[in-house]
């Protein structure tokens, strides 16, 4: 127990801890009951009026907490609080279950030969690095790695990243579960959803291993941000819920492809609903002052989002899989919506960068947002780095070439060429000439040494790269892909959707994608 203590001044306690507030005016009293305050013991007269308002709003503290009642008071002498902090939670209790996604149909043809969390991405990382990264930078030591669709990329990125060095670390691990088949009826099918994807291997939850574990978050494997697991399990515990999602404010232009959800003033979800779209999406406009926007802000951002990830008490989520909705196959469309109904279901706000990047668009747009200056979201920070599979790559070469606004990762080659406002990728080449604007171009995954190229070019063969005074711009190049010389990627008509596999590339939502080892002949133009 600790004591505060505050003399005539202004005090005021939001759900136990110190904090600011408007308020609404009340009644006039001359004294606190020893109940006051939420729940802790105060001893005090006021010679003033209080006030009291109940409102959810954001901890200075805790960022992301969600916490009710205000009570502001001028008070005439000294006095003393008592508090109890909550007892942190364990990390070894909690265990993390990333899910690695169905086809990845949205992100076509990136996941055309791997799975949406082996995509990569900032030039050097793949997307699962990034949820990966936030459980160990959270403390979490478990974790399970669900697969299914092109699996084996991914599978190799995790061993080779995430083996710890082969050093026994405790408890923890981290696991791989690919589809499997096993059998009796429901064993023959493969995952039907992300909730079957859970249901399927809920017996290793109840393993000796995992007799500690208390919570499971349930993240995805597509999301670019930073966050700590565990004030975010935290939140959970102390609020005594059953589930609780991550949420964020959300405008009218990306609110269908959320599941959005109504809450109360203490942050319980009153109703969740999965995508909706017309005049049902607009049934779903709260007032977003509650998260602590302002008024302008929460008239662009109507909408409380789902984030897609999850804290389920350990018991609960085995309950809710196997016995109360045994045939439910999704989390967001199914699990959550019916759970909200008889469970105590809490909404966790995020306020820091978050990015669902399940589309060619978002994808494009969040990794060109990396070569802003201050980004959004930064992988430079080397108190929660994000990290990823060692190569051994020598640094990047540059010979008289002018770079602006970019990011180069290293193991490069570039001669006499532009990179403006772009992603340049592992082992990438550019020759003389060549010019990439607004352009993520992934790299390769080995090298040609430069006798190879010679004698390539000599029998009218493309080599790894973009070839000289070529123009690339609003496109992706995917790995290990050869681009000639003289070759001009603009789309310059803006057309929107284009199918050309056997010319090697695709056009989705205007963004042109160069498929993974896919040539473009000399002087092409796309």
Same mark, same amino acid.
């Given at each position: 127990?600790?004591?505060?203590?505050?003399?005539?001044?202004?005090?005021?306690?939001?759900?136990?801890?110190?904090?600011?507030?408007?308020?609404?005016?009340?009644?006039?009293?001359?004294?606190?009951?020893?109940?006051?305050?939420?729940?802790?013991?105060?001893?005090?007269?006021?010679?003033?009026?209080?006030?009291?308002?109940?409102?959810?709003?954001?901890?200075?503290?805790?960022?992301?907490?969600?916490?009710?009642?205000?009570?502001?008071?001028?008070?005439?002498?000294?006095?003393?609080?008592?508090?109890?902090?909550?007892?942190?939670?364990?990390?070894?209790?909690?265990?993390?279950?990333?899910?690695?996604?169905?086809?990845?149909?949205?992100?076509?043809?990136?996941?055309?030969?791997?799975?949406?969390?082996?995509?990569?991405?900032?030039?050097?990382?793949?997307?699962?690095?990034?949820?990966?990264?936030?459980?160990?930078?959270?403390?979490?030591?478990?974790?399970?790695?669900?697969?299914?669709?092109?699996?084996?990329?991914?599978?190799?990125?995790?061993?080779?990243?995430?083996?710890?060095?082969?050093?026994?670390?405790?408890?923890?691990?981290?696991?791989?579960?690919?589809?499997?088949?096993?059998?009796?009826?429901?064993?023959?099918?493969?995952?039907?959803?992300?909730?079957?994807?859970?249901?399927?291997?809920?017996?290793?939850?109840?393993?000796?291993?995992?007799?500690?574990?208390?919570?499971?978050?349930?993240?995805?494997?597509?999301?670019?941000?930073?966050?700590?697991?565990?004030?975010?399990?935290?939140?959970?515990?102390?609020?005594?819920?059953?589930?609780?999602?991550?949420?964020?404010?959300?405008?009218?232009?990306?609110?269908?492809?959320?599941?959005?959800?109504?809450?109360?003033?203490?942050?319980?979800?009153?109703?969740?609903?999965?995508?909706?779209?017309?005049?049902?999406?607009?049934?779903?406009?709260?007032?977003?002052?509650?998260?602590?926007?302002?008024?302008?802000?929460?008239?662009?951002?109507?909408?409380?989002?789902?984030?897609?990830?999850?804290?389920?008490?350990?018991?609960?989520?085995?309950?809710?899989?196997?016995?109360?909705?045994?045939?439910?196959?999704?989390?967001?469309?199914?699990?959550?919506?019916?759970?909200?109904?008889?469970?105590?279901?809490?909404?966790?706000?995020?306020?820091?960068?978050?990015?669902?990047?399940?589309?060619?668009?978002?994808?494009?747009?969040?990794?060109?947002?990396?070569?802003?200056?201050?980004?959004?979201?930064?992988?430079?920070?080397?108190?929660?780095?994000?990290?990823?599979?060692?190569?051994?790559?020598?640094?990047?070469?540059?010979?008289?070439?002018?770079?602006?606004?970019?990011?180069?990762?290293?193991?490069?080659?570039?001669?006499?060429?532009?990179?403006?406002?772009?992603?340049?990728?592992?082992?990438?080449?550019?020759?003389?000439?060549?010019?990439?604007?607004?352009?993520?171009?992934?790299?390769?995954?080995?090298?040609?040494?430069?006798?190879?190229?010679?004698?390539?070019?000599?029998?009218?063969?493309?080599?790894?790269?973009? =070839?000289?005074?070529?123009?690339?711009?609003?496109?992706?190049?995917? &790995? +290990? @892909?050869? %681009?000639?010389?003289?070759? $001009? #990627?603009?789309?310059?008509?803006?057309?929107?959707?284009?199918?050309?596999?056997?010319? =090697?590339?695709?056009?989705?939502?205007?963004?042109?994608?160069?498929? &993974? +080892? @896919?040539? %473009?002949?000399?002087?092409? $133009? #796309?």
């Amino acid at each position: 127990m600790a004591a505060n203590c505050v003399s005539r001044s202004c005090y005021s306690v939001s759900g136990g801890r110190e904090g600011h507030g408007r308020a609404a005016q009340g009644t006039s009293t001359s004294s606190l009951s020893r109940s006051a305050f939420c729940g802790e013991k105060v001893s005090a007269s006021l010679k003033a009026q209080a006030w009291v308002a109940p409102r959810l709003r954001r901890s200075a503290s805790m960022p992301g907490r969600l916490q009710v009642s205000s009570v502001l008071a001028d008070l005439d002498q000294t006095i003393n609080v008592d508090t109890e902090e909550n007892a942190r939670v364990e990390p070894r209790t909690v265990l993390s279950i990333i899910l690695g996604g169905g086809a990845g149909t949205r992100l076509y043809p990136l996941t055309k030969r791997r799975a949406k969390p082996a995509v990569p991405i900032g030039g050097a990382y793949r997307l699962i690095d990034v949820p990966m990264s936030n459980c160990i930078n959270s403390g979490i030591k478990k974790v399970f790695i669900l697969t299914q669709f092109n699996s084996t990329s991914l599978n190799r990125h995790l061993a080779r990243t995430y083996n710890f060095g082969k050093i026994n670390f405790g408890d923890g691990f981290v696991e791989v579960l690919a589809a499997t088949q096993t059998p009796g009826d429901k064993g023959t099918e493969w995952f039907q959803g992300t909730a079957d994807a859970v249901r399927q291997y809920l017996w290793l939850f109840e393993d000796a291993k995992n007799k500690v574990v208390e919570d499971v978050v349930i993240l995805s494997g597509d999301h670019l941000y930073r966050m700590d697991y565990m004030d975010f399990v935290q939140k959970h515990r102390d609020s005594g819920a059953d589930i609780t999602i991550s949420c964020v404010p959300m405008d009218d232009s990306r609110a269908s492809d959320y599941g959005l959800m109504k809450i109360d003033d203490e942050g319980r979800v009153l109703y969740f609903n999965e995508k909706p779209k017309g005049a049902e999406l607009k049934t779903m406009q709260v007032d977003t002052t509650v998260l602590g926007l302002s008024a302008e802000e929460a008239k662009k951002m109507p909408y409380i989002a789902s984030m897609g990830i999850y804290v389920f008490k350990k018991d609960v989520l085995l309950k809710l899989l196997r016995w109360r909705y045994p045939t439910a196959n999704d989390f967001g469309s199914e699990i959550i919506p019916a759970a909200a109904k008889e469970f105590n279901v809490q909404a966790y706000l995020f306020n820091d960068y978050w990015e669902d990047i399940g589309t060619i668009k978002s994808f494009f747009d969040a990794n060109l947002a990396l070569t802003a200056q201050p980004p959004q979201f930064s992988f430079y920070d080397a108190t929660k780095p994000i990290f990823t599979s060692p190569r051994y790559l020598p640094p990047t070469k540059i010979e008289q070439c002018q770079v602006k606004d970019s990011i180069i990762s290293h193991g490069c080659f570039l001669r006499s060429c532009s990179v403006e406002h772009s992603i340049v990728g592992i082992r990438s080449r550019l020759e003389s000439g060549a010019v990439l604007k607004d352009a993520m171009m992934m790299g390769a995954d080995y090298y040609e040494t430069e006798e190879e190229i010679a004698q390539m070019l000599k029998e009218g063969k493309i080599p790894l790269g973009v =070839g000289a005074n070529s123009r690339i711009s609003n496109c992706i190049i995917d &790995k +290990n @892909a050869r %681009i000639g010389k003289n070759v $001009v #990627i603009a789309n310059t008509d803006n057309v929107q959707e284009a199918l050309r596999p056997e010319e =090697g590339f695709y056009i989705k939502t205007g963004v042109t994608v160069v498929e &993974k +080892n @896919a040539t %473009i002949k000399d002087g092409t $133009v #796309i």
